[in-house]
């Protein structure tokens, strides 16, 4: 990566990186864990102390720096860069202690049989838990009053359950009618629906049904939720197989080799170009949507790490169009 954030991730160069509450969601097995990495190194290189959170899952994000899990403590990675994989019920005794003043007084209301399975059969109470862990993030503050992290990513749910996690805030604002719950709701859907704070990115590959996910995604986050969307990341993008002389060449080869050999690369060449020109027919449908579209290179390597989010974070920054 450039050494100077001025070389290529700037707030100036790079347009979002003045939202400080970032959300990344998408089909899954599309890529979503690695373009909040790249995100995240984009961030932290930019000087901005930046928090990454993954929400009751598998770890991807450490990994990704070469470094250990950190579970639900929230623990640096790299420069400028913290981790934290928010656990549901870690999150709702920091908020009950937070409420309740006392840890004991916590244990004594909610380690109640009664009010655990209450607790577990409310519709979407793990999601609000750990919205209301990330949204407590974004509101943390140092010693000093100002905000502690400058940017707070989080590694959204996949396609379907992620329009139900960012709808979830105002469905509880508009059940609840008054109290703490419809306070804290209301201030979650603040900063949801804020284009100032919030920026919401889409992710997906130049395939069928990821693309047919997306549109639908698009449309139910811009006009049922009205959230800000940000850029649109078509990962895993097939790097040419030919050249345009090689590629002229090859089209001259209309009759398959007879020869077993030649005739195998023909016609795996045969479908690379197809998947090149299926790719580039998406291209033109997920370009209808609107949105910035950040193209990422397919890179074939057997470990992905640290050295390929630094590949994937310069081809994003250099290609961000301006807003």
């Not at 795996?268 to 290179?297: C, D, F, M, N, W």
Request: glycine share 6%; charged share 20%.
């Amino acid at each position: 990566m450039p050494d100077s954030p001025a070389d290529c991730a700037s707030p100036a160069d790079w347009p979002f990186l003045d939202r400080r509450f970032v959300l990344v969601t998408g089909k899954g097995g599309v890529g979503k864990s690695t373009v909040t990495a790249l995100l995240a190194r984009l961030y932290a290189q930019a000087g901005k102390r930046t928090l990454v959170c993954e929400l009751n899952t598998q770890e991807r994000i450490p990994g990704l720096f070469g470094h250990d899990d950190v579970g639900g403590t929230v623990t640096p990675i790299a420069e400028n860069l913290w981790s934290v994989n928010i656990d549901p019920a870690q999150a709702m005794e920091e908020y009950g202690v937070m409420k309740l003043r006392f840890r004991a007084l916590y244990r004594v209301v909610f380690n109640n049989p009664l009010v655990q399975r209450l607790v577990r059969f409310v519709p979407g109470m793990n999601d609000l838990l750990m919205f209301g862990k990330a949204f407590n993030h974004e509101r943390e503050t140092d010693s000093a009053g100002r905000p502690a992290w400058d940017a707070i990513i989080v590694d959204a749910p996949a396609t379907g359950h992620g329009i139900s996690f960012f709808r979830l805030p105002r469905i509880i604002r508009d059940a609840v009618p008054a109290g703490n719950l419809h306070r804290e709701a209301e201030e979650m859907w603040s900063l949801m629906s804020d284009p100032a704070r919030t920026v919401v990115h889409l992710v997906t590959l130049p395939e069928e049904l990821p693309v047919r996910e997306t549109q639908e995604l698009h449309q139910r986050l811009r006009h049922e939720l009205g959230v800000p969307l940000g850029s649109l990341f078509l990962n895993m993008w097939p790097p040419p197989a030919l050249d345009a002389a090689q590629q002229a060449h090859f089209e001259r080869l209309t009759a398959r080799p007879t020869d077993p050999a030649l005739a195998l690369l023909w016609a795996t060449t045969r479908i690379r170009l197809g998947r090149e020109h299926l790719a580039s027919h998406y291209l033109q449908e997920l370009e209808a949507l609107g949105l910035p579209l950040v193209k990422l290179p397919t890179l074939y390597t057997t470990d992905f790490g640290p050295a390929e989010v630094d590949a994937l974070a310069r081809t994003a920054c250099t290609q961000e169009p301006p807003p």
